[in-house]
């Protein structure tokens, strides 16, 4: 079952490991298939970090990143179709955009993104939705171990919901008036291409005039509460 691997660098933590997987080979064949493949994968990392000098260390380490980015490539084209579990009359909500026009520049789509009540899955490395790409890895039948493991690693695509877009607009103008922009309107835009499953939602907003508090007046009878209150105010 170790074939290949050195037996000096076979730490005594895995014997017992060994002892197990041996006796139950048979009849888990792809579980220790899987976990032999670990073993080599960790044998491997070893020798690269703590043998050969310097300039092989660095050398060896760089053609593994490039291994490393080669594996996430062909992860991205094996899960290439981003709707594979979007069901059928449904659409993945694809890209949100927030398009603020203000000529004085005085919001930022980041100032408001955390107000919307549905995004699309998470993207890293300018724009790759990697853990949606893991969760499509997984076949379609939720009985099997694998096709769980996969999805509890990966993300689950998320499913446009009107109601949530909604929301989204009305959370928007809520915060734009916490702001001082009384008057700032949202209005939503939806792009469908009910071909590849899949939609972006754009929320225009118009700023206008803001607002800001110019004086504060007290309108109160009772002369004690009045001056406690300009007392804790001043």
């Known amino acids: 079952l170790l074939k290949g691997v050195p037996e000096s660098s ?13 006796k139950f080979y048979y009849k888990s064949k792809r579980v220790c298939h899987y976990f032999f493949v670990f073993l080599h994968f960790r044998f491997y990392i070893s020798g690269i970090v703590t043998s050969g000098t310097m300039q092989n260390r660095v050398s060896r380490i760089r053609r593994l990143m490039y291994t490393a980015m080669a594996a996430m490539s062909l992860l991205l084209v094996a899960s290439c179709s981003s709707t594979k579990h979007v069901p059928d009359g449904m659409l993945l909500l694809d890209d949100v955009k927030i398009n603020i026009l203000d000529e004085k520049k ?11 009540r549905q995004q699309p899955n998470h993207k890293v490395l300018g724009g790759l939705k990697l853990q949606l790409a893991v969760y499509n890895i997984s076949g379609r039948d939720s009985s099997k171990w694998f096709n769980r493991w996969v999805r509890r690693v990966g993300s689950a695509p998320v499913i446009y919901d009107h109601t949530l877009t909604l929301a989204s607009a009305k959370q928007l103008s809520i915060a734009l008036a916490n702001k001082g922009y009384l008057h700032a309107s949202v209005d939503v835009d939806t792009f469908c291409r009910f071909d590849k499953k899949k939609i972006r939602v754009d929320y225009n907003v118009t700023l206008r005039n803001r607002h800001f508090v110019d004086s504060i007046e007290f ?16």
């Open 106 to 116: 005085e919001l930022k789509q980041a100032d408001l993104i955390n107000y919307l």
């Open 10 to 22: 076979v730490h005594p933590f895995f014997y017992p490991f060994f002892y197990v997987s041996s």
């Open 219 to 234: 309108n109160i009878p009772d002369s004690t509460l009045n001056r406690l209150i300009h007392n804790d105010s001043a």
